[in-house]
């Protein structure tokens, strides 16, 4: 009866409902493409709209740094409560069982070590490596005010072209020289400069006074990154504090893995970064955990 498959085909178009158009959770990150969001996507929780990233990377230029020493022992059963991996593609080959269907950032810049001047990087792996690997992101460091500042900018903007012609992401690490004043006017230059020139999002420290001003003043979004290690209570409220001022998360290393319980840890900071858990309360769980030999 063609009058009746009439009626239930218009049904099934749902001609009288409108396709919704969808914007995307990300600061920034609406005019990106489908690829380069959708592995956003896979860093970022869209409900929380936040990340915690475990920064496992550092052997890149320091060696096998404290907590690191045994990668496959020590980090592995931490690893699953991240939402992401940031690390180097030798740990990720050698030690990352490739049936983990976490999302990975890759550390691209290297070629100096803890002997010599930091900020003498070069981009350190293929692009092609990277969509091998199948990673979610890219991170460079960025040395603003660095003895080779413009070779490490020019080293993320590489990458930007790379990765925006396969759509991976790139994550602008703003490093601080030693003798560097760390500052909300410095992090500010420097997190505008990476946006600026086309960093997807931005690995950046914290400040007491006036982080808010480095967040807003940022185009795309902000990660907190640790720093070395601190009394638990005090990283946790420095990350609760961080994202309360507009961070989209925290990427911590020593923070979690030099930790006395790096996983009852890593779930406070979880609780602080989705569940926006007060530092005190999310200490608390902390102890528990710690406790309970979780
Ligand atoms: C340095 O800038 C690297 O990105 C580090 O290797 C690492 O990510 C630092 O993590 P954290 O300071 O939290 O130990």
Known sequence: MPDVDGMKEAKMFHCDTPQENQGFFLKGSSSLDWGMKNRLARI?????????????????????TTGLERVDINILPIAPYADTLMLTRGILRSIIPPSTSQSIVLRVSGGTSILKELSNEEIAV???????????????????GGEYERQSIINMTKMVDLGNRYG?????????GKDMARDAKYFRLACRICAELGAHY?????????FET???????????????????LDALTM???????GAAGVDMGRNIFQSDAPIAMIKAVRAVVHDEENPKRAFELYNSLKKSKV
Do not use: W
């Not at 409900?47 to 060696?63: C, E, N, P, W």
């Not at 991976?168 to 601080?176: D, G, K």
């Not at 690995?203 to 006036?210: N, P």
């Open 44 to 64: 970022f929780n869209p409900k929380s709209g936040r990340t915690v990233m475990l920064a496992i990377d550092h052997g890149y230029f320091q060696g096998p």
């Open 126 to 144: 293929d692009i092609e490596d990277s969509i091998r690997l199948n990673v979610c992101a890219m991170a460079v460091q960025v040395f603003i």
């Open 168 to 176: 991976i992401p790139t994550l602008a690490v703003t490093a601080v």
């Open 202 to 210: 931005i690995k950046t420290y914290y400040v007491e006074k006036d």
């Open 214 to 232: 480095v967040t807003a003043s940022c185009p795309v979004p902000i990660v907190m990154a640790g720093g070395k290690k601190i009394p638990e």
């Open 239 to 245: 990350a609760y504090n961080a994202v309360q001022g």
